[in-house]
């Protein structure tokens, strides 16, 4: 079955990198766009950021251009996301999702069980 | 950027009523409209994509309809497992943005 567990989470203080990992099995994963979701405590869902099945486009939300960067290793169907100069705002669990390309308009159809980064000193 | 906005950010409804939560776009985005439901403590799980379309395994309760700017997800017969936080996502364009939620709560 379609799994997705991120890894990576935990308490960092401002200012510092963190690398966000997300290890996909059940299915083809270089077949799939993968995005980045998070969820600040008590907030709605903001989008984040894309990546193509093969790496070759990458998009992001306003909020994070400039600061995160997200990468795929196919041949060890994991997704990451790397985040420097950490913020409070940064605070939230952050979901990998699939991109699915067979269904009309590349719903995101599975989610991992999410990761929670705290920034705190 | 494309704007959703969701109405109304909460509601309260009873078992077995039916339930009808808006979504719209700041501006056309043809059929590229999802909806998702999350439960406290869980990732959202994908109930209608393609605004219309349900998901495999959702039940029949659940229904899209809209196309354009204006979006519309209704449960016909509110079961008690349905409480939870609606959202609404755009796919027509990057950034894909989702609505701000749409809280049910019991009555």
């Known amino acids: 079955q379609v799994q997705l567990v991120e890894s990576g989470g935990g308490v960092v203080q401002p200012g510092r990198y963190l690398r966000l990992s997300c290890a996909a099995s059940?299915?083809?994963?270089?077949?799939?766009?993968m995005h980045w979701v998070r969820q600040a405590p008590g907030k709605g869902l903001e989008w984040m950021t894309v990546?193509?099945?093969?790496?070759?486009?990458?998009y992001y939300g306003d909020s994070v251009k400039g600061r995160f960067t997200i990468s795929r290793d196919n041949s060890k169907n994991t997704l990451y996301l790397e985040i420097n100069s950490l913020r409070a705002e940064d605070t939230a669990v952050y979901y990998c999702?699939?991109?699915?390309?067979?269904?009309?308009?590349?719903?995101?159809?599975?989610w991992g069980q999410g990761t929670l980064v705290t920034v705190s000193s | 950027d494309i704007q959703m906005t969701q109405s109304p950010s909460s509601l309260s409804a009873s078992v077995g009523d039916r339930v009808t939560i808006t979504c719209r776009a700041s501006?056309?985005?043809?059929?590229?409209l999802n909806w998702y439901q999350q439960k406290p403590g869980k990732a959202p799980k994908l109930l209608i994509y393609a605004a219309s379309s349900l998901q495999s395994g959702v039940p029949s309760r659940f229904s899209g309809s809209g196309s354009g700017t204006d979006f519309t997800l209704t449960i016909s017969s509110l079961q008690p497992e349905d409480f939870a936080t609606y959202y609404c996502?755009?796919?027509?364009?990057?950034?894909?943005?989702f609505g701000q939620g749409t809280k049910v709560e019991i009555k």
């Open positions: 996502q755009q796919s027509y364009s990057t950034p894909n943005s």
């Open positions: 501006q056309i985005i043809s059929s590229y």
């Open positions: 059940g299915f083809n994963f270089s077949n799939y766009g």
């Open positions: 990546i193509w099945y093969d790496g070759s486009n990458k």
């Open positions: 999702a699939r991109g699915n390309p067979y269904s009309s308009g590349w719903p995101l159809d599975y």
